[in-house]
C-alpha cells in the first residue's frame, strides 16, 4: 500500500479589492469584505428579555469603539476588534436606533421556564419569540436582520444541548430525535418574515450570565473574550444583514468553475420519514442554495441512508438548473460531497444527470469523518492542520490541527481527521480533492477562526436538515442560505 503524506499551506480568502489573506479577521480589516455593503448601516432588530435587549444594545455601542484583546500570547488567534469608526472592517455601521426592539414579558418567560412538557417549552417560547418578530416585521422600522438574545432562564428551559449542540452525524440523521429542536422550530416558523435571524445566548453579550455546566455546547465558550465574539457577531450579523459575501476562497489561476453540492439526511417531525437536504454553494459569488430532495432510502435498520437513482439524478438537475438561473452558464466541474458512502445506484443517477447537463468534469466524495488511523507528530503539539496522506486512492485530511499562525493548537481534544474516499468515476487525484476540501473549511461566516473541521456544503446541509425537518411537505422553502445557520 502507498503511503504518501504532505502538508498543505493554510488556504487563501478573497476580500475587498481582490486582496488575500489566510486569516479572515485580518483580511477584513485590510481590505474590508469582498462583496462591500449597499448602504452605510445595516438596521439590527433584538428581541429578548428586556435585560437581554439592553445589553445587547450595550455590547453593540461598545463594538462601534472597538475591543482590545485579553490574550497576550497569540495575537493571531486573538487579535484585537478594530471597531466600526473611521476604518470598519465591514465598511458599514450596526444600527439598533429606532423602534427596533422588542421584549418578551417577564410573566411571558417565567410561564415558559415553569412548564414541565419540554414540547409545549419549546413550542410556547417559538410562538412567542415569533410574534415579536412579526411585529418588527410589520412595522415602519423593519430591521435588516433579528438577533434572538436568549436570556438564561429561556436557554435552561428549551435549548437541549445534546440535541441542539453537537453535529449531527449520519446515524443520528437517519434515526431520528423525539424531543423539538428549539433553534430548528424556530428558523423554520421565522421563514416567511422578510428578514433572517441570529440566536445568540446571554453570555455573548454579558459576561456576568452564567450558563449552567449541563447545557453548555462545549467549555470552548470560556475562552473567547470580547473582542472575539464580536469578530463573529458582526461577521454573521453583516452576511445576515447586508446579504453581502464576506470572504471567499481565493480561486487559483486557470481553476474552472465549480458548483460543490453537499448531501445530508433528516427526518420529519413525525420520525417516520426519511429525507435528503442538499446544498449547494456557488463558489465563484459565495451563494448558497438550499434544495429539499425527496424521500430517501436506508440500507439495513435504517442506516446508511441513500438516494434512488432517479432521485439522485433529480437532486443534481435541479442543482443544475439553479446554478445556471443564478449565473447565466452551466458549470465546468461539479463535486459532490457526503458523509456516506456511495450506492452504484445514486452513482449512477448523478452521473446520468451530469452526462446530460455535458459537464465533464466531476468529483463525487464520501467524507467519513470517522477513522482509526491517526498520525502522531514529534513534540507536545497535535499534527499541524493541513496534514495529508494518500492511503493508496484514499485521502487521510487533519481539518483541525496545530497552526503555527495562530503559534498553538486551538482546540481542547486530540484533532480528529477527514478520510476523503473518492468515487471511482472521480477525475481528480485524492490529493487534489484533498486540497479543495481543505479550502472550503473556511467558508463559514458564523465563525471567524480558522479550524473549522467540515468543508461547507456538508456542515451547511446540515444546518439545511435541521430546520427542513420543521417545514411541513408542500411548503415553499427559501432557497437562501442565511435563513439556515
Known amino acids: 500500500m502507498k503511503f504518501e503524506s504532505k502538508i498543505f499551506e493554510e488556504p487563501l480568502l478573497e476580500f475587498g479589492d481582490q486582496h488575500s489573506h489566510p486569516d479572515p479577521r485580518l483580511g477584513l480589516t485590510e481590505a474590508g469584505p469582498l462583496q462591500v455593503p449597499l448602504g452605510d448601516k445595516i438596521r439590527v432588530g433584538i428581541v429578548g428579555s428586556a435585560k437581554t435587549v439592553e445589553s445587547t444594545q450595550a455590547f453593540l455601542n461598545k463594538a462601534a469603539y472597538g475591543f482590545?484583546?485579553?490574550?497576550?500570547?497569540?495575537?493571531?488567534?486573538?487579535?484585537?476588534?478594530?471597531?466600526?469608526?473611521?476604518?470598519?472592517?465591514?465598511?458599514?455601521?450596526?444600527?439598533?436606533?429606532?423602534?427596533?426592539?422588542?421584549?418578551?414579558?417577564?410573566?411571558?418567560?417565567?410561564?415558559?421556564?415553569?412548564?414541565?412538557?419540554?414540547?409545549?417549552?419549546?413550542?410556547?417560547?417559538?410562538?412567542?419569540?415569533?410574534?415579536?418578530?412579526?411585529?418588527?416585521?410589520?412595522?415602519?422600522?423593519?430591521?435588516?436582520?433579528?438577533?434572538?438574545?436568549?436570556p438564561v432562564s429561556l436557554i435552561e428551559r428549551v435549548w437541549n444541548a445534546r440535541m441542539d449542540s453537537e453535529g449531527?452525524?449520519?446515524?443520528?440523521?437517519?434515526?431520528?430525535?423525539?424531543?423539538?429542536?428549539?433553534?430548528?422550530?424556530?428558523?423554520?416558523?421565522?421563514?416567511?418574515?422578510?428578514?433572517?435571524?441570529?440566536?445568540?445566548?446571554?453570555?455573548?453579550?454579558?459576561?456576568?450570565?452564567?450558563i449552567p455546566r449541563k447545557i453548555k455546547e462545549s467549555s470552548d465558550r470560556k475562552i473567547q473574550d470580547e473582542a472575539d465574539r464580536t469578530w463573529n457577531l458582526l461577521t454573521t450579523l453583516y452576511y445576515k444583514g447586508a446579504g453581502r459575501i464576506p470572504w471567499r476562497r481565493m480561486p487559483k489561476e486557470g481553476e474552472f468553475r465549480a458548483c460543490y453540492i453537499g448531501v445530508s439526511f433528516f427526518r420529519d417531525v413525525s420520525g417516520q420519514q426519511l429525507w435528503t437536504s442538499a446544498a449547494q454553494m456557488f463558489d465563484e459569488r459565495g451563494k448558497g442554495f438550499i434544495l429539499k430532495g425527496k424521500r430517501a432510502q436506508t440500507e439495513a435498520r435504517g442506516r446508511h441512508p441513500y438516494m434512488t437513482e432517479d432521485d439522485a439524478c433529480s437532486l443534481v438537475e435541479s442543482a443544475l438548473r439553479a446554478y445556471r438561473d443564478h449565473h447565466k452558464h452551466s458549470p465546468a466541474r461539479v463535486i459532490v460531497l457526503k458523509t456516506s458512502r456511495f450506492r452504484q445506484e445514486e452513482a449512477d443517477g448523478i452521473l446520468r444527470a451530469l452526462e446530460e447537463a455535458k459537464t465533464d468534469l466531476r468529483d463525487l466524495v464520501w467524507v467519513q469523518e470517522s477513522y482509526d488511523v491517526k498520525i502522531l507528530r514529534d513534540g507536545d503539539y497535535p499534527v499541524l492542520r493541513g496534514t495529508f496522506v494518500d492511503l493508496d486512492g484514499k485521502g487521510l485530511l487533519y481539518t483541525n490541527g496545530s497552526i503555527p499562525y495562530y503559534g498553538t493548537y486551538p482546540g481542547l481534544y486530540v484533532p480528529r481527521p477527514l478520510l476523503l474516499c473518492p468515487h471511482p468515476s472521480s477525475d481528480s487525484t485524492p490529493a487534489q480533492i484533498a486540497e479543495e476540501i481543505f479550502s472550503l473549511t473556511k467558508i463559514n461566516w458564523n465563525s471567524t477562526q480558522m479550524n473549522q473541521r467540515l468543508p461547507i456544503p456538508i456542515r451547511a446541509a446540515r444546518k439545511v436538515g435541521e430546520v427542513l425537518k420543521y417545514i411541513p411537505e408542500g411548503q415553499t422553502i427559501s432557497s437562501d442560505y442565511s435563513r439556515y445557520i
Open 168 to 210: 449531527t452525524t449520519e446515524k443520528e440523521d437517519s434515526g431520528g430525535l423525539d424531543a423539538p429542536n428549539f433553534r430548528g422550530l424556530l428558523k423554520a416558523r421565522a421563514m416567511p418574515l422578510s428578514f433572517p435571524i441570529q440566536i445568540i445566548w446571554e453570555d455573548v453579550i454579558d459576561e456576568d450570565a452564567k
Open 68 to 150: 482590545q484583546s485579553r490574550s497576550d500570547t497569540h495575537p493571531n488567534l486573538h487579535p484585537d476588534f478594530p471597531g466600526l469608526r473611521n476604518h470598519s472592517p465591514f465598511r458599514c455601521q450596526f444600527d439598533t436606533a429606532g423602534n427596533t426592539t422588542r421584549s418578551l414579558s417577564k410573566s411571558q418567560i417565567d410561564k415558559i421556564a415553569k412548564e414541565p412538557n419540554h414540547t409545549k417549552a419549546v413550542e410556547l417560547a417559538v410562538e412567542a419569540i415569533l410574534t415579536e418578530l412579526q411585529s418588527l416585521d410589520d412595522s415602519g422600522d423593519r430591521p435588516d436582520v433579528a438577533i434572538i438574545a436568549l
